[in-house]
C-alpha cells in the first residue's frame, strides 16, 4: 500500500498533531506517575488519549514499574505486548487492576 502524498501544509498539520498526542500521552503517564490519576482511572477514561496508549506504557508508568516487570505480568495475564488500552478485555481489565493494586 503507497503512502499516500501530502502537501505540506498536510503533513505539517499530521506532524502537529502528532506532537500533540505524544505531549498528552506524556502528561497523563507523569500523572499516573504521581498518583494524581490512578491505575482504575485511566483503564476506565473514554478519553482517545487514554484509550490509544499502549498497556506496557501505561504499566511502566506506575511507580516501582519498568520494562521488565511490565513484560512480566502482561506475560502472565496474557496480554499482547502491542495490546492499548482499548483493546483490553473486561477480564483482562480487571486481573491487571487486581494485579497491580496489590
Given at each position: 500500500?503507497?503512502?499516500?502524498t501530502?502537501?505540506d501544509?498536510?503533513r505539517?498539520?499530521a506532524?502537529?498533531?502528532?506532537?500533540?498526542?505524544?505531549?498528552?500521552?506524556?502528561?497523563l503517564?507523569?500523572?499516573?506517575?504521581?498518583?494524581?490519576?490512578?491505575?482504575?482511572?485511566v483503564?476506565?477514561?473514554t478519553?482517545?488519549?487514554?484509550e490509544?496508549?499502549?498497556v506496557?506504557?501505561?504499566i511502566?508508568?506506575?511507580?516501582?514499574?519498568g520494562?521488565?516487570?511490565?513484560?512480566?505480568?502482561?506475560?502472565?495475564l496474557?496480554?499482547?505486548?502491542?495490546?492499548?488500552?482499548?483493546?483490553?478485555g473486561?477480564?483482562?481489565?480487571?486481573?491487571?487492576?487486581?494485579?497491580?493494586?496489590k
Amino acid at each position: 500500500m503507497a503512502l499516500p502524498t501530502l502537501t505540506d501544509e498536510q503533513r505539517k498539520a499530521a506532524l502537529e498533531k502528532a506532537a500533540q498526542a505524544r505531549h498528552a500521552r506524556a502528561e497523563l503517564r507523569e500523572k499516573v506517575k504521581t498518583g494524581k490519576v490512578s491505575l482504575k482511572e485511566v483503564l476506565d477514561s473514554t478519553d482517545p488519549i487514554a484509550e490509544r496508549m499502549k498497556v506496557s506504557a501505561l504499566i511502566e508508568s506506575l511507580p516501582g514499574y519498568g520494562k521488565a516487570k511490565a513484560a512480566k505480568i502482561m506475560d502472565e495475564l496474557g496480554i499482547s505486548a502491542t495490546r492499548r488500552v482499548k483493546g483490553l478485555g473486561a477480564r483482562q481489565r480487571e486481573q491487571l487492576l487486581e494485579a497491580l493494586t496489590k
